[in-house]
């Protein structure tokens, strides 16, 4: 490859690990960027995640003043409150709406420039999704928490772990939400058009994310068996969990390692995905 | 209609829609007998006289709200030149026949809520069950059009509307007596949030409100929704002369 003196840096199993991270790296800054310029929907948005704040935590928080002792589901008013306002900033962190980059290009037959890359689609999709969480977790998380902690009182943790493990779970939700967009998104390989499942997507995950109600108010075969058996907790609910130390510390841990889990299945479900739609793709035009 | 299968998945799916908030406000209520002062009886009244409100005008008007894609993209120019009115033209780009299923869904809701809630009928009240939805929608058009309108001058706006369609319709899915302060006051009555599904409701369950505001309350429904048709139109007609579409 260097006979041209190009330097192209590829991730490949027998390039050196410094280079595939230059390429993440790059990637992912490219998808900071690349929503950094979209500064009017920034602020439209933060705006609307502020308003729907206002909406559920008054909810939320009738539901606590109605309950016997005043603790819904184990959760106290002040862990209601954050709930409610950190899930909004963290709603469009992991970025569960909107996402059809990957279904837009495989119905414009562009996905096939993914292939001719050096770099794994499912890696040069992920990359910039992770950019784009940064950028959201600046711009987008902040607003909504900062009005939520004016108005209403919002809980803080009481243990130093629980502020790492929450960096973690998020990140992990990130990962997670990635996933099970990609796998959406990939559909349109068979379908060519990916608007059935999106729309689908779009109506169960903020319900099955906890992102109307905290999962816990659903009875509890039913709230463990989506922990269990389905990603979705780990998209929303375990990040705000961990964060308003809803559980005792080892059960903390616990969720995020499910979550680890999980987006570990999600990932080499993606990679599987991918390879078995490439030997089926067929891009149309002359 | 070519595409049988994605029409099926969308409906399916619109259906799902409306099901999920009634199911929202059910699994709310598990957690406790009353929310906001009211039973969950009550609260599916409300609910379902929302539902019906948001849907018939999702239904009619809600395709407005792609009006800031033309606008970026310029296909607004397309619909200028033609001799039509450019609001019927929009709205006729795409007539949502899958979003009819949820029309019905929203109204068998209504149904159940008016019977295990005992409704004792008057003529009044007669009157309001069909007047509610209807001129909660046409309320609800006014604010779609609005909030499709600050395209005009604010392209990437779209979601701010969506602050104020679909967050009305959360905010209109339970009762006014949930939310606090200021925020109630600027939804509820500044706005005119409240006169779409809870006045309606309490005047049906012969409640008084908890609030203090008297029992004709619940009649003023056609009276917001023209003012906020009437402010609707203003502000499209200011959009539509103002707009210089893109390009050099």
Known sequence: ?286 | MSYRASFVVETITNIGGTALDVLSVIVIFQATKFVGGFTLREAILMVSLSSCAFVLADFTVGNIDRLSTYVRAGTLDAVLVRPLGAMAQLLLMDLPVRKMLRLVLAIVTLAIGLHVNHVVWTLPRALLVVGAPVFGAVFFGAIFVFSASLAFWWVDSGQIGNAFTYGGRDFTAYPVTVYGGWFRSLFAYGLGFGFVAYQPALALLGRADPLGLPAWAGFVSPLVALVAAGAAAIVWRAGIRQYRSTGS
């Open chain 1, 1 to 286: 490859m260097n006979v041209l003196g190009a330097r192209v840096p590829t991730i490949s199993p027998d390039q050196p690990i410094r280079v595939a991270t230059t390429t993440f790296g790059a990637l992912a800054r490219s998808g900071f960027r690349r929503y950094a310029t979209y500064r009017q929907a920034t602020i439209a948005g933060a705006f609307t995640n502020t308003v729907f704040g206002f909406l559920r935590c008054y909810v939320l928080l009738a539901v606590a003043a109605g309950a016997s002792g005043g603790r819904p589901a184990g959760y106290g008013t002040e862990q209601l409150a954050t709930f409610v306002w950190v899930g909004q900033g963290l709603l469009t962190v992991v970025a569960l709406w909107g996402w059809t980059d990957l279904s837009d290009r495989i119905r414009s037959g562009d996905v096939v420039a993914e292939l001719l890359r050096p770099v794994h689609p499912v890696i040069s999709y992920l990359a910039p999704d992770l950019g784009r969480a940064g950028h959201a977790a600046v711009f987008r998380f902040i607003p909504p928490v900062v009005v939520g902690l004016i108005f209403f009182d919002l809980y803080l943790p009481q243990r130093w772990q629980t502020v790492p493990l929450f960096a973690v779970s998020v990140v992990l939700a990130v990962v997670c939400s990635f996933s099970c967009r990609f796998l959406v998104n990939a559909t349109a390989y068979w379908l060519h058009d990916a608007r059935g499942p999106l729309i689908f997507w779009t109506l169960g995950s903020g319900v099955l994310a906890g992102l109307y109600f905290p999962l816990r108010f659903l009875p509890d075969w039913l709230a463990v068996t989506l922990w269990v058996a389905t990603p979705m907790p780990g998209l929303l609910q375990t990040p705000l969990d961990v964060l308003i130390e809803r559980d005792p510390p080892a059960l903390q841990i616990g969720l995020v390692a499910l979550q680890a889990v999980w987006a570990a299945i999600l990932l080499t479900g993606c990679r599987t995905v991918q390879r078995r739609a490439e030997r089926k793709l067929v891009v149309q035009g002359g």
